[in-house]
């Protein structure tokens, strides 16, 4: 699925590529040498066919004039104090490295190819500054180029590769759909490899995060993990060809669904980050329900097939919570006709079949446990499912599951303060059913961090922890 340029970068380098430029005074001013314009003026304004073969016919002097070497300067180093010049370099070294494969080539394999490139990245700390998002676009091309040319990972892309991710991190951050956009689709070229994958997860808090804002924007949650995305409120009649929730353009979500899609592939790594971080399955099934288009669909079906295959203990309790095989079931409603957005359905659904027809809601309840991600499903909220089962949940495997949920609520959860709540209520129902036993779930430290929730700002922690100190209380004098 190769993606078309960012429309904001091509309108740059049109403008920049009409722009007169003053060579010849720069070369009286000493900024380039006579024989520094002699290279460009031979591959400048000339036809591309013209431009490949002086390339070619000695590709080692231009490289050195972009890269330096043999004790001379990059001309990016040497028209440092000239803007113009290094904005026009800019956009002719990415018209080389997208006509002339072999000098891409060429270019990977100098001793230091990134070094003239990395400074301009950081130079400014405008977003919109043409020279940081002219250098973000030609450092993409050649990285993801050397990502699948060399053999093996190198130094120069695990110093660079990082410092880009962070650059565009900034572009991804911006209230500008366009700038989201570049930033967006150039992370989609860099995640070609399980090593770029895995410095792009390591980073994630600042890679990956405002993507995901995206995401939950389109789904018209914000960054409230529950009220809309479970109630299922919003539909494909809330989504239009303009966007959906939040302004979201249908463009920016199928981009931001791509770079989703490319990381799912490394499901073991990502998946129960992805969940417990950000809600992932629950954010996805309501985006299904809203997608208008059989390719953002097809994304969608595509990355939660990748992470719930590689990760079924962790994920498939939030699956069910999140009403996906109903979302399933209507989406075959639809009249589809894309063939591997099918494949995807079926091999969604299959699986989800699988696990449901075997599980007990007590298995449900244990699995979801096991998860290590709390959700108001079904048996949360079930008088009838804890008079049955509280007594098996807590002996069960020697006590496994009282361990699981005090392990639970011993995190903080900043980003889904919910799963608090919930234990909370657990830990009431337990106390409620099976009183004789709250010494267990005090020495998990259960009764400590209840009490401690009391003070939570968070109204319905506060409301689940006080219900469940008093379920202690009420034996406290026995």
Known sequence: MSLDPPAYILSLQNNIRARPISWEGAVRARTITDADLKKIKSIDKVRKEQRKHTIE??????????????????????????????QYMLVLTGDLVDDIPSFVSTLINHSNPYAPFIPL??????????????????????????????????????DALPKLYTYLATL?????????????????????????????WKQRKETLDPQVDILRNAAGAGKDTESTLWSGGASIRSATEAGLGGGVGIQLLYHVLMVIWQLSFE?????????????????????????????????????????LSSNRSALMPAAVSAKLPATLNN????????????????????????????????????????????????????PAFWCENARKILDDNKGELPKKLAEIMAKEWRNDKQVLAIGCNDVACLVKE?????????????????????????????????????????????
């Open 172 to 200: 991804a951050k911006s209230s500008d759909a366009g700038l989201q956009d570049i930033a967006v689709q150039e992370y989609s070229a860099l995640l070609r490899t399980s090593k770029s994958k895995q410095l792009f």
């Open 57 to 86: 016919a000695d590709p080692d002097i231009f490289c050195t004039l972009l890269l330096g070497g043999d004790n001379a300067q990059s001309i990016f180093q040497s028209a440092a104090k000239r803007p113009d010049i290094i």
């Open 121 to 158: 990245i950081k130079q400014s700390s405008n977003p919109e500054d043409p020279i940081p998002l002219l250098t973000s676009s030609v450092l993409t091309s050649l990285i993801s180029n050397a990502l699948v040319a060399q053999n093996k990972q190198s130094p120069q892309v695990d």
């Open 331 to 382: 989406l075959q409603s639809r009249h589809l006709t894309d063939a591997d957005l099918l494949d995807d359905l079926k091999n969604l659904n299959d699986m989800l079949d699988e696990y449901t027809k075997t599980q007990t809601t007590f298995d449900e309840y244990a699995a979801e446990l096991h998860s290590g991600h709390l959700r108001w499903s079904p048996p949360h909220r079930d």
């Open 434 to 478: 099976v009183p004789e036993k709250r010494m267990q779930l005090e020495k998990l430290g259960l009764k400590g961090r209840v009490m401690e929730l009391m003070q939570e700002s968070d109204e319905s922690i506060r409301w689940e922890s006080l219900r469940a100190v008093g379920e202690w209380l009420r034996y406290s004098f026995d």
């Open 267 to 307: 499901g073991r790594l990502v998946g129960k980050g992805l969940d417990e971080d950000h809600d992932i399955v629950t954010l996805y099934t309501q985006l299904i329900r809203m997608s208008p288009k059989e390719k953002t669909s097809r994304l969608l079906l595509s990355t939660l097939y990748n992470l």
